[in-house]
């Protein structure tokens, strides 16, 4: 018998360790390259191997054995060259010869340490579990005593407010005869009305220019076309000077980050703004990295990317994981809230992001007291990103659905609901139930959710996924084109289809809220913490929610 | 669908009307209770205008309490008023029934009205506080010239229970509610018509909004918006909220409740003021289907719906006395000798509102401005 270390070599690993193994049917293959030549990670190779072939040929066969070498596709047991289950292999496989197949016992995580590196990755939170919000159930339905409403024939006004609301006992309005009057000097903060469903912060830079176009072109088509006021973050990094000076400003949400980066290049553009952007998004976290700080690879700074954010091409920038010159919220609310306001002379609603966290409620009453934060939004532990550790995606961060329940419970208390809307981000639309995801979390109290990952599965093909999937945004290797800079990968995307599957996404959406709301009977508002139209089947997260139980 | 019936007159009328009234639109309400509202007393209480009448049901010991209570706190008894029951099969009759004017205790003589308003609503929420957990009190009202009467049953069978149909108990504006019981339990607080300091409303149908609304007035800080055993109940908080705490003209309910869309307050003159109203009192927004009718303390009595699904309504009558009523079947049984073509159906931007002492009908259109 031989010895076992003459089989194997123990620092080798084998496919089983794999999250995905190669599937690759040698009877099919025509060795035409492609599968191996497209591989982001380089996880298959043409290679070659000798063959024992028994033959048993002519008028009286006798069995021949021949060692003959073929050409085959083999997959790389490195772990830095893993396979990362993209499929890209498959697509352009012609005769569907190749696949990877998830292996659900995989060890990948214990041997993805290699050199003292920590794992790190693009997506979201690697767990295919039903979050909370895909638990929750639209059960207070209109039956005879009160008939529902019809989703195709009645109107609907399917708009949240982002905005500081004023409280009714503070409106400007006096009586005059038998009228109410608006005090004309009186100052009244900003306030949009806006689809319910936002395109959340994804950076110029973290995505590719074609994808980037694509989802601007679709929100812009969405409100000028067709009505529906869609409106998309910009993410840290600024946006195309062109169109920071354009019309299509008004449909953009300027997000700034502890980076700053962009930042100079906007304020010296608010003189020739033609229209005031929808509103200024702080960000403070995010749902995949909470006390994290972003970083752009210095592959993905090209030219235009370093002149929209007013730093040199190809240097690493960081955002470091806070805002370096705050201390406090306090200061963070003061300064950041109020300067930002300023810059637009009041006009334009500014308001914080922080990722899910306990302490949410503290930054929530410091908001709730300042009356120029327009909104929080709270990123849950479901939020993606281009760029993390896989720990901190893993298993730091808090689901959204408590804390905004949290949240907006507490603003009842306080009387405040109406006056700071809440914003859910992380994991909406996560197992593809986007309509009713938001309708959820609208009925525990959000006044808006906020969608990024899928976006890029809906618009984009992204191949993402719980069971890690591709996940390869920080390689600036996506194979489709969507969180990269390099040409030749985003030449794969279409952003005219891009901007036509946004317009879809959205107006699907627009459609299935109706189709939730029309059997609970409301249409003329948005049903915003309407808690006794949700159910759930699992006492403890009804108990948590204060919503009902039912199974 | 519970059935509503209001009558508004210049002149003292028994509330036998408003109940057989009711009785016309039977198919409608199942006999589950009969909620009566009146103000502006006639009778033996027409000369006792100024003084708050606590109008409520209570067991022995209730009564006590209550009567110790109210001494406690300087109320003196000025009338006493309780209805001659008549033993009804299948009408379960308690122990006191009854409506007390008081003077006010002393301190209060001469404070301003709105200091005696919060008076009364303090003293009807603590004597509903004590009274509540074993049902040894019920307060229904608390308040000048308004006179409330409650109970299980059908609503004729409850009015000759209460003997209205011998009584001379009158008044110029009287609500009636014959209850369908739906989804909540048969309990006198959830019956109609609600009432808080002066504001008065019944409804039917099913408020599929409540729980916001519930949420956002309960957090306006008012003591009195609470109970909410009905989700018809905030209706009645949403008019006070808008008139007496907003002090907004009465129109304005029907803007709060049933708001016009972007484009059509672009029509109207207050437009600056309505699109504030909008956005502000968003949470108040009703989506129905609803039959809203009220009364505030001046004597305006109106009618309002949802703005989609339109429960029924119906006003006529003649100058000197209007019915506001959920069926045409109504108005006829309570004032039969009128212009049936000068009768409105109110549709989803009206509100008919009656002038104090069914002076006059209007309806103000909330797109006519």
């Known amino acids: ?551 | 669908m519970c059935r509503l019936s209001a009558i508004t007159a210049a002149r003292y009328f028994s509330p036998m009307e408003n109940i057989l009234a009711l009785e016309t639109m039977k198919e409608g309400h199942d006999g589950s209770g009969l909620g009566l509202m009146l103000k502006d007393l006639g009778g033996e209480f027409e000369h006792l205008k100024g003084y708050p009448i606590l109008s409520g049901i209570c067991s022995h010991k209730g009564m006590d309490i209550l009567d110790d209570y109210m001494v406690d706190k300087g109320f003196r008894v000025k009338h006493k008023w309780s209805p001659d029951i008549r033993p009804t099969p299948g009408i379960r009759k308690r122990d006191h029934y009854l409506a007390k004017a008081y003077e006010y205790p002393e301190p209060y003589r001469d404070r301003p009205m709105a200091e005696k308003e919060d008076l009364l609503m303090r003293t009807r929420l603590e004597l509903r506080a004590i009274g509540e957990p074993d049902e040894s009190i019920f307060v229904f009202s608390f308040y000048p010239d308004i006179l409330t009467l409650k109970e299980v049953g059908d609503p004729l069978e409850v009015g000759e229970f209460f003997g209205l149909d011998k009584d001379p108990l009158k008044a110029k504006i009287i609500f009636a509610q014959g209850r369908q019981n739906t989804n909540y339990a048969i309990y006198l607080y959830a019956c109609h018509p609600f009432f808080i300091q002066g504001y008065a409303t019944m409804t039917n149908g099913e408020n599929t909004a409540f729980v916001p609304i519930r949420e956002f007035l309960s957090g306006r800080g008012n003591p009195g918006y609470m109970g909410y055993n009905s989700d018809s109940e905030v209706f009645t908080h949403i008019l006070h909220y808008t008139c007496r705490t907003l002090g907004y003209p009465l129109t304005y309910y029907k803007d709060v409740i049933t708001p016009l869309k972007n484009n059509e307050i672009e029509g109207r003159s207050d437009r600056d003021a309505l699109k504030l109203i909008r956005k502000t009192l968003r949470p108040l927004t009703i989506d129905g289907p609803n039959c809203v009718i009220g009364f505030t303390p001046d004597g305006h009595v109106f009618m309002t719906q949802d703005a989609k699904k339109l429960r029924p309504g119906a006003v006529g009558g003649v100058k000197g006395k209007y019915a506001l009523m959920s069926e045409e079947c109504g108005v006829n049984r309570a004032i039969p000798k009128r212009d049936t073509s000068t009768d409105i159906y109110p549709m989803k931007y009206d509100m008919v509102i009656v002038s104090p002492n069914a002076e006059e009908v209007t309806v103000w259109n909330q797109l006519d401005n």
């Open chain 1, 1 to 551: 018998m031989e010895s076992a270390g003459q089989l194997i070599q123990s620092d080798e690993l084998t496919y089983q360790d794999f999250p995905y193994i190669i599937e690759w049917r040698e009877d099919r293959c025509t060795r035409c390259g492609k599968c191996t030549a497209v591989c982001p990670v380089k996880a298959i190779e043409p290679t070659v191997r000798t063959q024992r072939v028994v033959r048993s040929e002519g008028s009286t066969p006798v069995p021949t054995a021949k060692r003959i070498t073929v050409s085959v596709v083999s997959q790389s047991r490195d772990i830095e060259r893993y396979c990362v289950g993209c499929g890209t292999c498959s697509m352009v496989c012609p005769t569907e010869a190749i696949r990877p197949v998830y292996n659900s016992h995989h060890r990948f995580l214990i041997y993805k340490n290699k050199g003292g590196n920590a794992y790190t990755r693009g997506g979201r939170r690697n767990d295919p579990s039903p979050s909370t919000v895909e638990q929750l159930k639209f059960t207070r339905i209109s039956m005879l005593t009160d008939p529902a409403l019809d989703a195709g024939r009645h109107e609907f006004h399917i708009r949240t407010l982002l905005g500081r609301n004023l409280p009714p006992e503070q409106l400007p309005v006096r009586v005059e005869g038998r009228k109410l009057v608006k005090d004309a000097e009186a100052f009244i903060p900003p306030v949009r009305e806006i689809f319910p469903i936002r395109i959340g912060s994804m950076s110029v830079g973290a995505l590719s220019p074609h994808m980037w176009e694509g989802l601007a072109m679709g929100v812009a088509y969405l409100n000028e076309v067709e009505g529906l006021p869609v409106v998309m973050c910009t993410g840290e990094g600024g946006i195309p000077p062109r169109l920071l000076k354009s019309r299509f400003a008004r449909y953009m949400i300027l997000q700034i980050a502890s980076g700053y980066f962009g930042w100079d290049e906007i304020v010296h553009a608010i003189p020739e703004m033609k229209e005031d952007p929808c509103a200024i998004e702080i960000k403070y976290g995010q749902g995949a990295k909470p006390g994290d700080g972003g970083l752009l690879m210095a592959y993905k700074v090209l030219k235009l990317i370093a002149e929209i954010r007013g730093v040199p091409q190809f240097v690493d920038l960081a955002s470091p994981p806070t805002h370096q010159t705050k201390y406090s919220i306090e200061e963070a609310v003061a300064k950041m809230i109020q300067a930002m306001s300023m810059a637009w002379g009041f006009r334009v609603p500014v308001y914080p992001k922080i990722s899910g966290t306990r302490t949410a409620q503290a930054v929530l009453n410091n908001l709730a007291r300042n009356p120029y934060a327009a909104a929080l939004c709270i990123d849950g532990e479901d939020g993606g990103t281009g760029a993390a550790y896989n720990v901190s995606m893993d298993k730091m961060g808090h689901p959204v659905a408590s804390n905004i329940r949290d949240c907006y419970l507490d603003l009842v208390k306080q009387g405040k609901q109406n006056e700071l809307p809440l914003i859910a981000a992380g994991g909406m639309g996560k197992s593809g139930h986007l309509a009713a995801n938001a309708a959820a979390m609208i009925m525990l109290g959000a006044s808006a959710v906020d969608i990024g990952k899928y976006i890029m599965q809906a618009t984009a093909n992204c191949l993402g996924d719980e069971y890690n999937r591709c996940n390869l945004c920080n390689t600036g290797r996506c194979p489709r084109g969507i969180t990269t800079q390099d040409p030749k990968l985003y030449r794969r995307l279409d952003p005219d289809m891009v901007a036509q599957r946004v317009v879809d996404v959205f107006r699907v959406a627009d459609t299935e809220l109706k189709k939730i709301f029309a059997p609970m009977g409301r249409s003329t508002e948005l049903p915003i913490g309407m808690s006794d139209g949700l159910s759930v089947s699992n006492r403890e997260i009804a108990d948590r929610l204060k919503i009902n139980y039912a199974c």
